[in-house]
């Protein structure tokens, strides 16, 4: 018979390996924790970055392959580059926008602002609220659930552009930018609707956080589906052609098939875009989020609305 080791050994042995597999484990999760901590702060960066572009593609500041835009003479979007001042000029599309070049031109051209109950816009110091706290608080939970709501002006692409807080220059002012959420099939979505001055007319949409089906819900992040909607009115007529802006439904609607189909060239049709084949249920979705978000902001969409109506009457 083969002679046994002692007991006293073995035990020592075992002893020794699940010490071992303990500190291995620990070292490990610390490790790891230390990764996640250090990589915090760089992937919140690059999430607010990713955020910035997709506001900025909404307001037709930037295009989605990556060069920013200007508008020409006849109203179209072109190719556009970046001055170091954050200044927009003509350029081609091979112009690329560096991280530097977008944190400036968003700098430069997106001035968030806060909008109470009756629809008036203040700043953060005057509401004494500091900005990122704000932002991150309640980015998930749904800007406009909450008594300030937030909205970026869109300011003009000159060297001496200004938020209508600090001078009044409303002629600075090209638009508003919205933050939008809901959910849609499986998760929460995301995303930015551009209005021009007049409160009603699209610039366009983004949608920056979504978990909806590849090819199918998830095409809500195309460019391409986001092109319908420039133009489209939130602000949806009735179908006599009749507008009453205090009591008009809000929204855009995602129609199952073609808007050419389902309504024709009525008036509804200035408020509603092409669905996405399998992908109702996601479509109900973004009808949801833009019905919900868009009703907190009708005292403010009502008031821009209000203002540009009196300034196209003084020019005329």
Request: with cysteine; aromatic share 8%.
């Amino acid at each position: 018979m083969p002679e046994q080791p002692p007991k006293s050994t073995s035990s020592s042995s075992n002893r020794q390996t699940v010490v071992f597999m303990v500190i291995l484990s620990f070292s490990c999760a610390l490790i790891l924790s230390l990764l996640a901590s250090a990589l915090s702060k760089p992937k919140e960066i690059a999430k607010d970055l990713d955020r910035s572009k997709q506001m900025m593609i909404a307001a037709k500041v930037l295009d989605p392959n990556g060069y920013f835009l200007l508008p020409d003479e006849k109203g179209n979007d072109v190719p556009a580059k970046s001055l170091a001042d954050g200044s927009l000029v003509l350029g081609t599309t091979a112009d690329i926008a560096t991280q530097a070049q977008l944190l400036a031109v968003y700098r430069k051209r997106f001035n968030p602002m806060l909008v109470n109950a009756k629809g008036e816009m203040q700043t953060f110091e005057s509401a004494k609220i500091i900005p990122d706290d704000y932002f991150v608080r309640y980015r998930k939970t749904g800007y406009y659930n909450q008594p300030l709501k937030l909205v970026y002006e869109i300011l003009s692409n000159t060297p001496s552009a200004t938020s209508t807080d600090k001078k009044g220059a409303d002629s600075n002012v090209q638009g508003y930018v919205i933050p939008v959420n809901g959910f849609g099939l499986w998760d929460a979505i995301y995303g930015y609707l551009a209005l021009k001055p007049d409160g009603d007319t699209i610039i366009g949409v983004t949608w920056y956080d979504q978990k909806e089906t590849p090819g199918l819900g998830a095409n809500i992040a195309d460019p391409a589906w986001q092109s319908l909607f420039p133009g489209k009115l939130v602000f949806q007529v009735s179908g006599t052609g009749k507008m009453d802006y205090k009591t008009a439904p809000l929204g855009i609607i995602v129609v199952k098939g073609k808007v050419s189909d389902v309504f024709g060239d009525s008036p509804k049709a200035k408020s509603a875009v092409d669905g996405m084949a399998g992908a109702t249920l996601t479509g109900n979705g973004v009808m949801d989020a833009y019905k919900d978000v868009l009703a907190a902001y009708r005292p403010f969409l009502l008031r821009i609305h209000a203002k540009h109506d009196a300034q196209v009457i003084d020019k005329n």
